[in-house]
């Protein structure tokens, strides 16, 4: 969901602005998952009586960021729950809250060389997961063995990890584009790797989104790589690893040709909060309207495949978001859709990849049916993205709308 905008709003709106932040996928807190969830309704009715109405509710006294500070776990793709705690900050960004610097290279070191695959990111899920199905990051090993990973001390005690972590590089490359992903993960003893957080960078964006700058080549360059808003415990026994590389695929697009940094810096900036000794804030229970009262004629169904083809090296991603198909009892009406992704690359051909998606809504009562497919494909060479997109509607089964759709558009550093 929205990672970064609630703590955005908190530390920047000068109007009466509270945030609550927890462990959810992008559903409403009364019903969303991974649990606990929360009274959100009652919440936002306190809310809006007093700015609203002008009813006295003591929402101006809450605290002015609430955060779930979720324990670690064993990494999954689906995690229905997540133990924690909640945390309360009376003021945001919170003067409770310290910096750690950590050098993640000592001085005198030989650059760390990075040079992934253009693969590297096939175990960060979702960027926007929202079906209750797959679409957390996995165990993380998988793209640490594609990146360069400073593995930190084991952890004497624990630490709890609230804001957004963020890493001050300098390196080099051998292109005029670059990109680069910093990864903060926790180690079990076992070896077993869960994101934290994760921030990305196009290193002609360093100084300006607005301006960028083409990197020249072998001169090395400072930036700053700003992770995501995190509330995150690691236990005692566990270790940080901060994973760099300069592919992250499917989440961003690759550069247009094979790249190599040369690390010659990088300092960890993490923050800590005082070890939460229990919850510190605490919520009604959830509240809800009757349920929509439907028949179910297909059940949902999200499933999501890796396939690498050995002869050609090509890695496919393929996710299929089935949401079903029900009937509402009052009226009758059917409604279904289906969402299907691929995803695919060649390791080494950053000119390989392919994004497309297909989804697919139906509507029907009573032997009347329409039916829309909506379709669309990314690809790229050196100097443009082209896009194809295509839709078609149907009633029953006749074709009764069709549009094609092109676009070719310059790359400009990206």
Same mark, same amino acid.
């Given at each position: 969901?929205?990672? /970064?905008?609630?703590?955005?709003?908190?530390?920047?709106i000068?109007?009466?602005?509270?945030?609550?932040?927890?462990?959810?996928?992008?559903?409403?807190?009364?019903?969303?998952?991974?649990?606990?969830?929360?009274?959100?309704?009652?919440?936002?009715?306190?809310?809006?009586?007093?700015?609203l109405?002008?009813? *006295?509710?003591?929402?101006?006294?809450?605290?002015?960021?609430?955060?779930?500070?979720?324990?670690?776990?064993?990494?999954?793709?689906?995690?229905?729950?997540? %133990?924690?705690?909640?945390?309360?900050?009376?003021?945001?960004?919170? $003067?409770?809250?310290?910096?750690?610097?950590?050098?993640? @290279?000592?001085?005198?070191?030989?650059?760390? @060389?990075?040079?992934?695959?253009?693969?590297?990111?096939?175990?960060?899920g979702?960027?926007?997961?929202?079906?209750?199905?797959?679409?957390l990051?996995?165990?993380?090993? %998988?793209?640490?063995?594609?990146?360069?990973?400073?593995?930190q001390?084991?952890?004497?005690?624990?630490?709890?990890?609230?804001?957004?972590?963020?890493?001050?590089?300098?390196?080099?490359?051998?292109?005029?584009?670059?990109?680069?992903?910093?990864?903060?993960?926790?180690?079990?003893?076992?070896? =077993?790797?869960?994101?934290?957080?994760y921030?990305?960078?196009?290193?002609?964006?360093? /100084?300006?989104?607005?301006?960028?700058? =083409?990197?020249?080549?072998?001169?090395?360059?400072?930036?700053?790589?700003?992770?995501?808003?995190?509330?995150?415990?690691? $236990?005692?026994?566990?270790?940080?690893?901060?994973?760099?590389?300069?592919?992250?695929?499917?989440? @961003?697009? %690759?550069?247009?040709? %094979?790249?190599?940094?040369?690390?010659?810096?990088?300092?960890?900036?993490?923050?800590?909060?005082?070890?939460?000794?229990?919850? *510190?804030?605490?919520?009604?229970t959830?509240?809800?309207?009757?349920?929509w =009262?439907?028949?179910?004629?297909?059940?949902?169904?999200?499933e999501?495949h890796?396939?690498?083809?050995?002869?050609?090296?090509?890695?496919?991603?393929?996710?299929?978001?089935d949401?079903?198909?029900?009937?509402?009892?009052?009226h009758?009406?059917?409604?279904?859709? @289906?969402?299907?992704?691929?995803? #695919?690359?060649?390791?080494?051909?950053?000119?390989?990849?392919?994004?497309? #998606?297909?989804?697919?809504?139906?509507?029907?009562?009573?032997?009347?049916?329409?039916?829309? *497919?909506?379709?669309?494909?990314?690809?790229?060479? =050196?100097?443009?993205?082209?896009v194809?997109?295509?839709?078609?509607?149907?009633?029953?089964?006749?074709?009764?709308?069709?549009?094609?759709?092109? *676009?070719?558009?310059?790359?400009?550093?990206?």
């Amino acid at each position: 969901g929205y990672r /970064n905008t609630i703590s955005h709003l908190a530390a920047n709106i000068e109007a009466p602005v509270k945030g609550i932040v927890g462990p959810w996928i992008h559903k409403y807190p009364h019903y969303a998952a991974p649990e606990p969830r929360i009274g959100f309704l009652q919440e936002a009715l306190r809310w809006w009586d007093r700015w609203l109405k002008g009813i *006295e509710t003591g929402v101006e006294a809450d605290p002015a960021y609430r955060a779930y500070v979720m324990d670690s776990v064993r990494p999954a793709r689906w995690h229905p729950e997540r %133990p924690g705690r909640w945390v309360a900050e009376l003021v945001w960004p919170s $003067p409770d809250i310290e910096i750690q610097d950590i050098e993640l @290279i000592a001085e005198g070191s030989k650059p760390a @060389i990075v040079a992934s695959p253009q693969s590297c990111g096939l175990a960060g899920g979702e960027y926007f997961p929202f079906t209750f199905g797959p679409e957390l990051p996995g165990d993380q090993r %998988p793209d640490d063995a594609l990146s360069v990973c400073f593995d930190q001390p084991v952890l004497t005690e624990a630490i709890d990890i609230v804001g957004a972590p963020e890493v001050s590089v300098r390196v080099s490359s051998d292109r005029r584009q670059a990109n680069i992903a910093i990864r903060l993960c926790d180690v079990h003893p076992d070896g =077993a790797s869960e994101l934290i957080s994760y921030g990305v960078l196009n290193l002609t964006h360093r /100084n300006s989104h607005e301006l960028p700058q =083409a990197l020249v080549p072998g001169e090395a360059v400072n930036a700053r790589v700003v992770l995501d808003q995190c509330a995150y415990r690691v $236990p005692s026994g566990h270790r940080l690893r901060i994973a760099v590389s300069n592919a992250y695929w499917p989440m @961003i697009w %690759p550069s247009p040709e %094979p790249v190599r940094l040369d690390l010659s810096a990088a300092t960890l900036k993490l923050p800590l909060r005082p070890l939460a000794q229990g919850d *510190e804030v605490a919520f009604p229970t959830p509240e809800a309207a009757a349920p929509w =009262a439907t028949e179910t004629l297909r059940a949902a169904n999200s499933e999501r495949h890796v396939n690498c083809d050995e002869k050609t090296g090509m890695t496919t991603l393929s996710i299929v978001d089935d949401f079903g198909e029900v009937r509402d009892l009052e009226h009758g009406l059917a409604n279904g859709s @289906i969402a299907r992704e691929t995803w #695919t690359i060649h390791p080494d051909d950053p000119l390989s990849a392919s994004g497309k #998606t297909h989804w697919t809504q139906t509507l029907s009562r009573n032997g009347w049916s329409v039916r829309t *497919e909506s379709s669309a494909e990314m690809r790229c060479d =050196a100097q443009s993205f082209m896009v194809h997109a295509r839709i078609e509607a149907y009633e029953g089964e006749k074709l009764v709308f069709e549009r094609n759709f092109e *676009e070719s558009i310059p790359r400009n550093l990206l």
